[in-house]
């Protein structure tokens, strides 16, 4: 299984951005799936996920409310809508999607409860 995460760019604050990542190989049957976000020589961090089972989302609360993370079933692809952007969104940004059982929603931003990782979109916020 490959995550093809694609996307990114350089916009400017105030800016939209749609983030995609579709699932490719052998077919995936994710019960998760999730973003999260990398600035260079700071550990990575969870921006937003979305699990079928339960329909459950979780953001971060530095995205709350200005990103929205849907998906595509037909397309296997998840989406994550960024709006409002700032310079402090500047980041690579990763998708990641699990195949485990449904877990609490609180685990859905932890790296490990994933088996799958994109290779990164860079997302660039400056004026």
């Known amino acids: 299984v490959q995550l093809q995460a694609c996307g990114g760019g350089l916009v400017q604050p105030g800016d939209s951005l749609r983030l995609s990542c579709t699932a490719s190989?052998?077919?995936?049957?994710?019960?998760?799936m999730a973003w999260f976000r990398q600035v260079t020589g700071k550990e990575r961090q969870f921006v937003a996920a979305?699990?079928?089972?339960?329909?459950?989302?979780k953001y971060s609360e530095s995205v709350k409310g200005r990103f929205t993370i849907s998906r595509d079933d037909a397309k296997s692809t998840v989406y994550l809508q960024m709006n409002i952007l700032k310079p402090e969104d500047t980041a690579v940004y990763y998708c990641?999607?699990?195949?485990?059982?449904?877990?609490?929603?609180?685990?859905?931003?932890?790296?490990?409860?994933?088996?799958?990782w994109g290779q990164g979109t860079l997302v660039t916020v400056s004026s």
């Open positions: 190989g052998r077919t995936l049957s994710p019960s998760a």
């Open positions: 990641a999607a699990r195949e485990g059982p449904r877990i609490i929603t609180g685990l859905l931003s932890a790296q490990n409860s994933y088996d799958y």
């Open positions: 979305f699990q079928w089972s339960g329909r459950n989302t």
